[in-house]
C-alpha cells in the first residue's frame, strides 16, 4: 500500500524533477528570450562559436547560477545543478571545438604594477572602475546589429565569482573577435597578464542605488489634491508639460473593457512621455515597455480625490539594470515634483 | 509515511519558475501575428483587450529597426472595478499589459511578474492571493504563446 502510493505521488510530480532535463526545452524556456535561438544574441551576449571557444563550462555553469547583478542576465539559483548541465550540453552543441578547461590555480600577480596596466591597456573599453563604458549591456532587442556587444563588467561580482584567473588571463592573450577586444599576446608578458588579472581582482562594483528614503519600499506614490477631480486634472496636466512633457489623450482606467455609458469617469490615467528620453531608456533596457508609459492616476473616491504614480524607482529594480536605476532616480524626482505642483 | 507524502505535496507546489521578476518568452512568429494570437490568447483566459498603445511611431525616427513595439492592455472589468473600490493604490498596475516587440521574424513578450509586487504591499493577504492568479495566468499565456505552432 504504502509503495504503491508512494509510486502514484511520484508520478504526479512535474517531469522536471525526475526525468532527465531536456537541455533544449530548458534554453528556450529561460534564456532564448534574451539569447536567442540558438545564441544568436538579443538583449544577451551572443553565444556562438566564436564566443564559446573561449569560455570553460566551469564559468558558464557559473555565470547561470550567478547572473550578472545590476547587468540583466538574472541570476538561475532555482535550476538544479543536472538542469544546468543539460543546457550546458545544448548550448555547447552549437559549436564543433571541444571546451576549453582552465587550470583552477590563483594567479599571483602584483595588483600594484597592474594597476597602470589596466589604465593604458582597458580603462578606454572597460573604464576605470571596470564597470564597462557606453549604454547597455548586450544587443538591445531593437537597436543595429553594427553596435552590439557592450564590453564586459568585471567589477561585475557575477563575473568576479564565475571567471577563473586562468580563463581572463587567456582571454587577456587570445583577444575576443566579438566585440572587437585586440589580442594582447607579445604585447604584454606573461608576468605582465598576470599582475592584470591580479588588479582586475581588487575591483570592486559601485554601491547600491537608492531612491528617496521617505518612498523607499513602497509599491506607489500617492498624494491627496485640495482640489475638486477636474480642477486636479487640468493642475496635472499644467505640471507635466511644464516638465517638458507630451501627453497622450487622458484614459478612463476602466476604458475599453467597461461600456461607454458605465464607465467610471473619476478613475482617469494621464500619460505622459518625453521622446528624446524614451529613446534613451530604450536603449538602456528596450523590455521598458512593460511599464511604459509613464502614468499618473486621478481617483476620486468618497469625495477625496487622490493622484497615485507607480514608484519608479522600485519598479526599475525589477530589470537588474543599474544604468536604468540612476535614470529612474531622476524621474523618481521629476515626478514626485510633478505631483506635489498639481496638488500644491 | 506522513513525512514522505507532506515533503513531496511541498516538492510539487515548489514553484519552478520562483523569483522572475519579468515574464518573458520569445515567439517564433513575426509580431503582427503575435499581436493576434496574443489577443485571442488573452480572450481565452477571460480576459478583454482593453487597448492596443503603440510606441513604435516617433522609433524610426531614432535610428531604431525595430518597426513593432506595441503593449496589449487587458484585464477583467469585475476584477478591475473590486480592486481599484478595495485597494485604489493597485491603479498604477491596472490593467494588466503584455508588451510586444519585434525582433526581426520572431517576436519577445514581456510583462511584469505581479507577485513581484506582494513584498511592496505588505505582503497582504488578499493581494497575494490576487497577484499569484495574475501570475499563474501570465505564465500560462505566455507559454502558450512561446509554444505556439501557426497552422500550415
Given at each position: 500500500?504504502?509503495?504503491?502510493?508512494?509510486?502514484?505521488?511520484?508520478?504526479?510530480?512535474?517531469?522536471?524533477?525526475?526525468?532527465?532535463?531536456?537541455?533544449?526545452?530548458?534554453?528556450?524556456?529561460?534564456?532564448?528570450?534574451?539569447?536567442?535561438?540558438?545564441?544568436?544574441?538579443?538583449?544577451?551576449?551572443?553565444?556562438?562559436?566564436?564566443?564559446?571557444?573561449?569560455?570553460?563550462?566551469?564559468?558558464?555553469?557559473?555565470?547561470?547560477?550567478?547572473?550578472?547583478?545590476?547587468?540583466?542576465?538574472?541570476?538561475?539559483?532555482?535550476?538544479?545543478?543536472?538542469?544546468?548541465?543539460?543546457?550546458?550540453?545544448?548550448?555547447?552543441?552549437?559549436?564543433?571545438?571541444?571546451?576549453?578547461?582552465?587550470?583552477?590555480?590563483?594567479?599571483?600577480?602584483?595588483?600594484?604594477?597592474?594597476?597602470?596596466?589596466?589604465?593604458?591597456?582597458?580603462?578606454?573599453?572597460?573604464?576605470?572602475?571596470?564597470?564597462?563604458?557606453?549604454?547597455?549591456?548586450?544587443?538591445?532587442?531593437?537597436?543595429?546589429?553594427?553596435?552590439?556587444?557592450?564590453?564586459?563588467?568585471?567589477?561585475?561580482?557575477?563575473?568576479?565569482?564565475?571567471?577563473?584567473?586562468?580563463?581572463?588571463?587567456?582571454?587577456?592573450?587570445?583577444?575576443?573577435?566579438?566585440?572587437?577586444?585586440?589580442?594582447?599576446?607579445g604585447k604584454l608578458s606573461e608576468q605582465q597578464i598576470t599582475d592584470l588579472v591580479a588588479f582586475l581582482r581588487?575591483?570592486?562594483?559601485?554601491?547600491?542605488?537608492?531612491?528617496?528614503?521617505?518612498?523607499?519600499?513602497?509599491?506607489?506614490?500617492?498624494?491627496?489634491?485640495?482640489?475638486?477631480?477636474?480642477?486636479?486634472?487640468?493642475?496635472?496636466?499644467?505640471?507635466?508639460?511644464?516638465?517638458?512633457?507630451?501627453?497622450?489623450?487622458?484614459?478612463?482606467?476602466?476604458?475599453?473593457?467597461?461600456?461607454?455609458?458605465d464607465v467610471n469617469k473619476k478613475q482617469i490615467g494621464i500619460r505622459f512621455c518625453n521622446f528624446k528620453e524614451l529613446y534613451h531608456l530604450l536603449n538602456i533596457d528596450p523590455r521598458l515597455g512593460t511599464v511604459l508609459p509613464?502614468?499618473?492616476?486621478?481617483?476620486?473616491?468618497?469625495?477625496?480625490?487622490?493622484?497615485?504614480?507607480?514608484?519608479?524607482?522600485?519598479?526599475?529594480?525589477?530589470?537588474?539594470?543599474?544604468?536604468?536605476?540612476?535614470?529612474a532616480v531622476v524621474m523618481e524626482e521629476i515626478i514626485l515634483d510633478v505631483m506635489e505642483e498639481a496638488t500644491l | 509515511m506522513k513525512q514522505i507524502i507532506l515533503l513531496l505535496l511541498l516538492l510539487m507546489a515548489a514553484p519552478l519558475h520562483a523569483g522572475q521578476k519579468l515574464l518573458m518568452v520569445r515567439v517564433n512568429m513575426k509580431a503582427q501575428q503575435t499581436m493576434d494570437v496574443l489577443k485571442e490568447t488573452v480572450r481565452e483566459y477571460g480576459y478583454e483587450v482593453a487597448h492596443v498603445q503603440r510606441c513604435d511611431g516617433g522609433m524610426a525616427k531614432f535610428h531604431y529597426k525595430s518597426d513593432f513595439y506595441r503593449v496589449l492592455f487587458f484585464g477583467k472589468l469585475a476584477e478591475v472595478r473590486g480592486i481599484l473600490k478595495a485597494y485604489p493604490e493597485l491603479a498604477p498596475f491596472l490593467p494588466l499589459k503584455i508588451a510586444v516587440i519585434a525582433e526581426k521574424n520572431q517576436t519577445v513578450l514581456a510583462a511584469m511578474d505581479p507577485t513581484a509586487l506582494a513584498r511592496l504591499y505588505g505582503h497582504h493577504p488578499v493581494l497575494d492571493v490576487q497577484f499569484a492568479r495574475w501570475h499563474s495566468d501570465l505564465q500560462a499565456i505566455l507559454e502558450e504563446m512561446r509554444t505556439f505552432r501557426k497552422p500550415e
Open positions: 500500500m504504502k509503495r504503491t502510493l508512494l509510486a502514484l505521488l511520484f508520478l504526479l510530480l512535474p517531469p522536471s524533477l525526475w526525468a532527465a532535463p531536456d537541455g533544449k526545452a530548458l534554453y528556450e524556456t529561460h534564456c532564448s528570450v534574451c539569447h536567442q535561438t540558438e545564441g544568436k544574441g538579443g538583449i544577451g551576449l551572443p553565444l556562438t562559436q566564436e564566443i564559446l571557444e573561449q569560455l570553460s563550462d566551469d564559468y558558464i555553469a557559473k555565470t547561470i547560477r550567478n547572473g550578472r547583478p545590476g547587468r540583466i542576465m538574472p541570476s538561475f539559483y532555482e535550476l538544479s545543478d543536472a538542469q544546468v548541465k543539460a543546457i550546458l550540453q545544448y548550448i555547447r552543441g552549437w559549436s564543433d571545438k571541444p571546451a576549453p578547461v582552465f587550470p583552477k590555480v590563483t594567479l599571483k600577480g602584483d595588483p600594484k604594477r597592474g594597476k597602470p596596466l589596466y589604465m593604458k591597456h582597458c580603462k578606454k573599453c572597460h573604464g576605470t572602475d571596470g564597470s564597462g563604458e557606453g549604454s547597455g549591456t548586450g544587443v538591445t532587442l531593437s537597436r543595429e546589429r553594427e553596435f552590439m556587444v557592450m564590453p564586459a563588467a568585471l567589477n561585475n561580482p557575477g563575473f568576479q565569482r564565475s571567471a577563473s584567473d586562468a580563463m581572463i588571463a587567456d582571454i587577456i592573450r587570445r583577444g575576443r573577435k566579438i566585440g572587437h577586444m585586440p589580442s594582447f599576446e581588487t575591483l570592486r562594483p559601485p554601491p547600491p542605488i537608492h531612491g528617496m528614503k521617505e518612498w523607499a519600499g513602497r509599491p506607489v506614490y500617492i498624494m491627496e489634491s485640495p482640489y475638486g477631480f477636474k480642477e486636479t486634472v487640468a493642475n496635472l496636466k499644467e505640471a507635466l508639460t511644464g516638465a517638458n512633457f507630451r501627453i497622450f489623450p487622458t484614459r478612463y482606467l476602466e476604458q475599453g473593457l467597461a461600456d461607454d455609458f509613464c502614468r499618473i492616476n486621478v481617483i476620486e473616491r468618497n469625495g477625496k480625490v487622490i493622484l497615485i504614480s507607480p514608484n519608479v524607482v522600485e519598479v526599475a529594480r525589477l530589470f537588474n539594470n543599474r544604468e536604468l536605476m540612476e535614470v | -
